[in-house]
Every structure is written in C-alpha cells, then in structure tokens.
C-alpha cells in the first residue's frame, strides 16, 4: 500500500496552509510545513517550523508521531522545502526521517541555500528512500501547489542569493492620482486596503521607511487589523541622511517593540538588514523613498493600491510580482 495521489494532494494543502500561517515568524530561516502520512494515506500528523530555533516542520511532525505512539506507521512525508542536511540551532532533519521508518518523501522546493542545496534529498535516496517532488505529481493541483511552495520559499532565496532582504514595495495611490493624502488625514485607502497593508507587515522582519513620511505621518508602523505573531519584534528602518528623525519618534518606536535603525545609503542599509537576519522587508514609504527603491530595481514584489474615483467604492490592488528563484 501506498498513499493515494488525491491523499498526497491533500497533504500537500495541508503543509503548505500549515507553513503559511507562520509566514514573517521564522526569519532567518524559510517557513516550512510538513505531513506523515500512513500506508494508507491517514495524516499522523501536520506541523510547522514556528520559530528560529524551534523544530523544524519535519523534526516537529516526527515528534508529534512520537507522542502520538504513531512513529512505527510513518510512510511517507510531504515537506514544503527540501530537508536539510546540516546541524544548525537543531540537527539535520535527514538524520530525524531516517530514524523513522519512512519510505517516501515528497518535496516542494529545493533547497535555496547553495551550501546545502540538493544535500538533503541525496542523503536520504542514498538511504534508499524514495525522493519525489510536488511537480511530478500527476494531479491537476500539482504545479499550483509547486508555486505556493516556491513563493513561501522566495524570500529565504532572495536572501541566500543576492544578500538582501525580499522588498515588498507598498504604494498608495489616490483618486487624483498622487500619494499624498489630503490635508489632515494619515490615509485616503478603504477598510480593505488597510487590512492588506497589515497583512503586508504581518510577513515583513522589517519596515523600511524614510524621514518625510515619518515627519509627517507620525506612523505607528504596528500590525493592528490583524493579529500579529506572538513576540514578533521587527526592525524599523529609517533612511535619513540629514538626521531629522525626531528622538522622541524613535523612543516612541522603540517602546512599540522595534528596534530602529537609522541609515543613509539605500544598498548599505539592506545589507545590515539582511546580515541581522531580515528575509522580508516591507517599503511603506513616501513618494520619494518609494522612487527610490523603484529606479535602482529593489523591488520583488510592488502592491499598487489605487482609491476609487467613485466614493464609498472599493480600492483597487494590483501587484506586480517578479519571479521567484
Ligand atoms: N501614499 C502612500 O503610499 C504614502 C506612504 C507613506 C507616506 N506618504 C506620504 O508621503 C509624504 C512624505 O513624502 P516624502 O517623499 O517626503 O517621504 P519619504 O519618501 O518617506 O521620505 C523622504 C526622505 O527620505 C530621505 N532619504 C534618505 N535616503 C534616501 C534615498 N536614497 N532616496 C530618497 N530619499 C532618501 C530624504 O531625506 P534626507 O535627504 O535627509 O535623507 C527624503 O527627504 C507624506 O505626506 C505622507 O503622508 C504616502
């Protein structure tokens, strides 16, 4: 017996809505989900990596087998990312699924990182197990769940490859056609719109912003429509080569529980970013800074938020994605 591919299917659903949930939690690392199945195709278990530090999603589905008095019956595990095959902050989870008597794996995404890519589905086929990945399965949802898997993926790999954080680039566009919004008012965007917005910070390690949006706006930068992940703490990233970012803004900023860091050159502030571990990194800036980001190509993903001419009628989102590594 063998899991069925409709079984497999929702499987890789389930891990991928496991990892999801967890997305802007676990900087440094990707978010990763994963799923035992039996022989029948019976979930054990589904888990998450929740956490730097924490199990990873396959470390964290074995255990819950094991308490479960499950682990005997593992026989195939779906993961989103590819398993790594280096001790970090936990060991190799190569090592956990070995100890297991898994047959089969089923990968999302390989393994961006270019010191361990490939590392973990070769140690476990030379083990003997089976390697499979999410495009070769032959069901209709295959290659929409292979996108999913590459997109929670994305932002580890813009990473790894080019030594900055992911950038979502946020613009809000008024009816009249400018950014400004008219006088008196922090914002002109629906209800909708906003709860994008902190949707979009739920998923960012930090804010970039710069000195005339804050001298402005006097924004709180805190995920409030939503909820936010439990002890998140994000870096506030201020470009501002004439230092006129009040004090008292950044005390206030710091008391919200960001960590600010003021900077003056584009490309130097994103690396210190990216070395402090930021894989995604929200721009929510004015016209200028927004410029910027735009002319030199430092965007991943630009969300265009555009008010209606009509009043009372609903923005419109457009979002313009680059590809994924
Ligand atoms: N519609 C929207 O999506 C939106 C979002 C946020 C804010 N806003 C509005 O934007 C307005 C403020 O506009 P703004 O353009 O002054 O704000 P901004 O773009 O947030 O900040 C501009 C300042 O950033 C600094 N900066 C540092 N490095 C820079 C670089 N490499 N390139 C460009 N600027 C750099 C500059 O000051 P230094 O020269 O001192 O470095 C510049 O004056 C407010 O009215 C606010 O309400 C709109």
Known sequence: ???STAALADAFHAALNAAEAYVGATAPNPPVGCVALDADGLVLACEA???????HAEAAVIAACGRRGLNQRIHTLIVTLEPCNHAGRTPPCVEAILATPAKSVWIGARDPNPRVAGGGAGRLAAAGLEISFWHELDHSDASGLKQRADRLV???ATWCALGRPWLTVKQAIAAGGGMIPPGGRGTFTSQSSLVLAHRLRRRAD??????????????AFTVRHIAD??????????LDRRRRTPRSYVEAA???GFDVVIGSDLRGLLRELADAGVIEALVEAGPTVLAAFLEHDLWDEHVVIRQSPIPGDQDTVDVRARPAF
């Open 254 to 256: 710091k008391a919200r």
């Open 206 to 219: 930090a804010i970039i912003t710069g000195s005339g949006c804050i001298l402005v706006d006097d924004p």
């Open 154 to 156: 994305a932002p580890f």
């Open 1 to 3: 017996m063998r899991p």
């Open 229 to 238: 992940h439990a002890g998140k703490h994000r870096k506030l990233a201020i």
């Open 49 to 55: 990596h929740q956490k730097a530090g924490a199990a």
